[in-house]
């Protein structure tokens, strides 16, 4: 199975296979897992905003979904990644707490989908898989042999998508 | 520019820090009151440390634990949460029920229950933060979730990360008796908040 590689909130990594890219507890933030299909070089991403356009304090750029999902393409495309063999899947982006006005603020895990998908789609990379929304927590694992992505949730089960 | 957490002079630091200690001590008083028991209180570990390191306070990000999460309003805003690991979670209600042992997972009494104690330990911290800065402060109803600590905490850690890569929390243990309860408040100012928290403190 080779190494497991764990992300950290705001981080990112690349492997090339074998190996397991993992994340755990994501919550409101995403995963967002790149796979190029050939080489099978995977790269993983967990952002945590959006956006960094109008948010001062923006230099770790991990992040943000824009400037993240971005990076973690160039990294992989220097590493030997074919652009035109890269899908993505993405899980995430749950509400955990629920309030009875939707501010923007209880809305950041939607909104995070959202900014996901619009970088993902500038990028042409296709989703070929999601898992997000929810209000639970969620642990993925991305196999870089297979592509395969495990999500691991308390008492909503476990999946591959 | 707003002022956030992460550049904060040591005499802001050390407000903070006090205004975590008196709080807590109150809220601990309120929680002594409501059970009509004695609570004894360790002195609470105020800490401002960054956010990635966070999950590991309570055991690490899959650890199940008790978030309980307030919004504040009034002449500052932003959001408090009360995050109890799951044993703590399950000391609190028996002290509150008044009973010793009960199965491990939470029913909706004890749901109920918690989210009572959240809303007094809450309310009692943030009127000492009132009395002190003479601000004007809502909280609004409690929201518990119960869930993997990454997935609670990234909902204060996400607040806080649009203002800086550091957080504050109050690490406060509770004991009545063997029972003992480990509670860690984070208080969440507002982008804007913080330097009217600060101005009223009289420490900018």
Redesign the interface.
């Known amino acids: 199975m080779g190494e497991l590689i764990k992300v ?4 990112m990594n690349y492997i090339s296979s074998p190996g397991v890219l993992t994340t ?6 995403v995963g967002i897992c790149l796979y190029d299909t050939s080489t099978k070089i995977s790269g993983m991403v967990h952002i ?2 959006p956006s960094s356009i109008q ?3 923006n230099s ?1 750029i991990a ?1 943000f979904a824009d400037t993240g999902i971005k990076k973690l393409l160039d990294d992989m495309l220097k590493a030997g990644a074919r652009k035109n063999k890269i899908i993505s899947k993405i899980a995430g982006g ?1 509400q ?4 009875n006005d939707s501010s923007d ?1 209880m809305r ?1 895990g939607a909104r995070n989908v959202i900014a996901t998908k619009e970088t993902l789609q500038a990028l042409s990379i296709p989703i070929i898989a999601e898992d997000t929304g929810g ?5 993925i694992e991305l196999y870089s042999e297979t592509g395969v992505l495990l999500i691991k949730t ?1 008492g909503y089960g476990t999946k591959q998508i | 520019m707003p002022l956030s957490i992460d550049d904060l002079n040591s005499t802001q630091i050390d407000v903070l820090k006090e205004i975590g200690n008196i709080g807590a001590g109150n809220a601990a008083t309120a929680l002594s009151k409501m059970i009509a028991k004695k609570i004894d209180m360790d002195v609470p570990k105020v800490n401002i440390l960054e956010f990635k390191n966070v999950p590991d306070l309570v055991g690490g990000p899959e650890i199940a634990v008790a978030g309980i999460y307030f919004k504040v309003t009034g002449d500052i805003t932003g959001s408090i949460m009360f995050l109890l690991d799951t044993i703590s979670a399950k000391q609190l209600t028996n002290l509150l029920m008044d009973r010793s042992e009960s199965q491990d997972s939470l029913d909706d009494m004890e749901i109920s229950a918690l989210q009572e104690v959240g809303n007094i330990l809450a309310g009692s911290y943030l009127s000492s933060l009132s009395v002190l800065t003479g601000l004007t402060l809502v909280v609004s109803v409690p929201s518990l979730a119960i869930d993997m600590a990454g997935a609670i905490l990234s909902v204060p850690v996400i607040l806080f990360g649009q203002v800086g890569d550091k957080v504050m929390l109050i690490e406060t243990d509770f004991f009545e008796g063997s029972k003992h309860v480990k509670g860690n408040f984070f208080l969440i100012p507002d982008e804007d908040s913080f330097e009217i928290l600060l101005k009223s403190l009289g420490v900018i």
């Open positions: 950290g909130m705001a981080d755990l507890g994501l919550g409101s933030c945590m905003l948010i001062k304090n770790n992040k749950a955990m707490f629920n309030f603020v950041i209000n639970y927590g969620r642990t308390i």
